[in-house]
Each structure stands twice: as C-alpha cells, then as structure tokens.
C-alpha cells in the first residue's frame, strides 16, 4: 500500500532572513528581530513567498513583519 506525503508551504532553501538571523544568533551575536514573535512572522512570509513566486531566497522587510496581524 503505497504512503502518500503532502508537504504544505515549504520552507525555502537559500538564503532567507529567518537563516541569516538563526546563524548570527548561534555565534552569538544576538537576533535582528526586535520581538521574538517577529521571526515567526517573517518565517510565515518566506513560506507563502516560496509557495506563491516560488522564492528560494528572500529577505523580508521589517515593515512587512509589522503589518502581519493588523486588521484593515
């Protein structure tokens, strides 16, 4: 019986903010996210970049993060 996988919004494999921040955060050297939630955010952008253009790469602006959440 074969075993279907379903990948839904997949994560990006170049280089994205949310890599470059995990990388400088484990030398040491802090986050460049000003909330923690912030990355989380910036991780759903990625996501939906990737699975919309198809974005291996991608470094999303703060002011994108901080309109996330806000209602219209």
């Excluded at 939630?37 to 991608?58: H, I, N, P, T």
């Amino acid at each position: 019986m074969p075993i279907t996988i379903i990948v839904k919004d997949g994560k990006p494999r170049g280089e994205t903010r949310t890599s470059l921040d995990r990388k400088l955060y484990d030398a040491g050297w802090g986050s460049t996210f000003a909330k923690e939630g912030d990355a989380d955010k910036c991780a759903f952008v990625e996501r939906k970049l990737k699975a919309q253009l198809g974005a291996d790469e991608s470094q999303v602006p703060a002011s994108v993060i901080n309109r996330i959440g806000e209602k219209r």
